[in-house]
């Protein structure tokens, strides 16, 4: 027997014979035993790039919209959180997309409107009227959103039906460090990039990252379709809406962060605004790189708790921030709680439903990331206009604390819905 952080746990078996129906390829007898990171490696890579366009901009887009096109931080919370809602509204389609037609041209499908989106950024700086020029970048931003809606989609149901699903956290984790890890580099390198060759500069960038991500999906290990009947949309909820409440709740702080970090900063009279982020995203990779087989080893519910205790923490240190560097390290906390909150969700959600379902799963789990994302983020304008910036991390504090609350509900075995 094997546990996630035994050597041997990095080993699976591939079948080479054609597919058939009604199977789980992930699973199906094979003759040659593959390291999983060479198998993982490519869908980590396109990953990794895809979210390189999405962290490019991050750093600057709050500043762009609040300070060059004058709108105020509603609108920078619409302008944040446009991306994650045109995802979660088509969560649904990707995730059918990636069921019946393979992952693989689900993730073709996403880079390409990602570099458009790319595209529409640098179009939005050429048109001078402030409203026309933020309605471009709306445009852009729903187009990304598109985008990351089919890549992570197909890119999750990939690396699960090459590892198997008693692997799924493992998929998940790796998965994530590539997202964040992009994150983290794309935010100082996008403020490197717009001091240098301005906002146009940043948004070729941001096309020209999943343009190059395309290439690496031609040496990534095919999979087929998996056959069978499928569950319907409806039930599928009705399975993982929990874990997804509590991946919608603890992403709260995710979302604060990086809507109105920049911002806060600024305010405050702080450098280094991009650090928040960096941060944020450094600490969530070495949190994967540690714990990341954790989920899989005791339980998603169980290390959902503990994840949701330290993003708790952090947010409330974000909120209660008197300097730059104790926003930093509090945003480093945040992430390095929120590191495992999707993997320890995600093995409670990925264990309710068939593998014939999986990437729509898969879309209606990572729907609720989204759901946070295009509507709780623009509701924490709200507050912010009311309240000001602090008041965006003392609510997501509270989610956090909701999320602890579910994971509780998950571990104590009284969720009907658990198979």
């Known amino acids: 027997m094997t546990t996630p952080n035994d050597p041997r746990s990095l080993l699976v078996t591939t079948n080479?014979?054609?597919?058939?129906?009604?199977?789980?390829?992930?699973?199906?007898?094979?003759?040659?035993?593959?390291?999983?990171?060479?198998?993982?490696?490519?869908?980590?890579?396109?990953?990794?790039l895809e979210f390189l366009a999405i962290g490019l901009p991050l750093p600057i887009?709050?500043?762009?919209?609040?300070?060059?096109?004058?709108?105020g931080s509603w609108v920078v919370g619409l302008a944040i959180g446009a991306q994650s809602f045109a995802t979660l509204l088509t969560r649904h389609g990707a995730g059918t997309w990636s069921d019946r037609r393979g992952p693989r041209r689900a993730t073709v499908l996403g880079l390409g409107l990602s570099a458009l989106a790319g595209a529409m950024y640098a179009l939005s700086y050429a048109v001078p009227l402030p409203s026309a020029s933020l309605a471009v970048l709306l445009v852009g931003r729903i187009l990304l959103g598109l985008g990351e809606s089919f890549v992570i989609t197909g890119a999750l149901s990939w690396g699960v039906a090459l590892a198997g699903r008693e692997r799924s956290g493992v998929v998940m984790s790796w998965v994530g460090i590539a997202m964040y890890g992009a994150i983290a580099a794309g935010a100082p390198l996008g403020a490197l990039l717009h001091a240098r060759y301005g906002f146009a500069g940043m948004s070729s960038a941001s096309a020209l990252a999943p343009l190059s991500a395309?290439?690496?999906?031609?040496?990534?290990?095919?999979?087929?379709?998996?056959?069978?009947?499928?569950?319907?949309?409806?039930?599928v909820i009705g399975l993982?809406?929990?874990?997804?409440?509590?991946?919608?709740?603890?992403?709260?702080?995710?979302?604060?962060?990086?809507?109105?970090?920049?911002?806060?900063?600024?305010?405050?009279?702080?450098?280094?605004?991009?650090?928040?982020?960096?941060?944020?995203?450094s600490a969530y990779v070495l949190a994967r790189l540690l714990f990341g087989g954790l989920p899989d080893r005791f339980g998603g519910a169980r290390i959902a708790m503990a994840s949701a205790a330290v993003a708790a923490m952090g947010q409330l240190g974000m909120w209660l921030a008197t300097s730059g560097a104790m926003a930093v390290a509090a945003a480093a906390l945040t992430g390095f709680g929120f590191s495992l909150a999707f993997p320890s969700f995600g093995v409670e959600a990925i264990r309710r439903v068939p593998p014939q379902s999986r990437g729509v799963a898969l879309g209606a789990y990572t729907a609720c990331f989204d759901l946070t994302m295009g509507v709780g983020v623009p509701l924490l304008g709200f507050v912010v206009g009311i309240s000001g910036y602090g008041a965006a991390f003392a609510v997501s504090a509270l989610m956090a604390l909701a999320s602890l609350a579910i994971a509780a509900v998950l571990s104590s075995g009284i969720d009907r819905s658990a198979p």
């Open 240 to 281: 993982i809406w929990l874990p997804g409440l509590g991946l919608m709740l603890s992403a709260f702080g995710f979302g604060a962060i990086a809507a109105f970090s920049t911002l806060r900063f600024a305010s405050e009279g702080w450098s280094h605004a991009a650090l928040a982020m960096t941060a944020f995203g």
């Open 61 to 71: 887009l709050p500043v762009h919209v609040h300070g060059t096109l004058g709108f």
């Open 16 to 48: 080479t014979s054609p597919p058939v129906p009604r199977t789980d390829q992930a699973s199906a007898p094979a003759s040659n035993a593959v390291p999983l990171w060479k198998l993982l490696a490519p869908i980590c890579a396109l990953v990794f």
């Open 214 to 235: 395309l290439g690496v999906v031609a040496v990534a290990r095919a999979v087929q379709p998996v056959g069978g009947a499928r569950v319907p949309f409806y039930r």
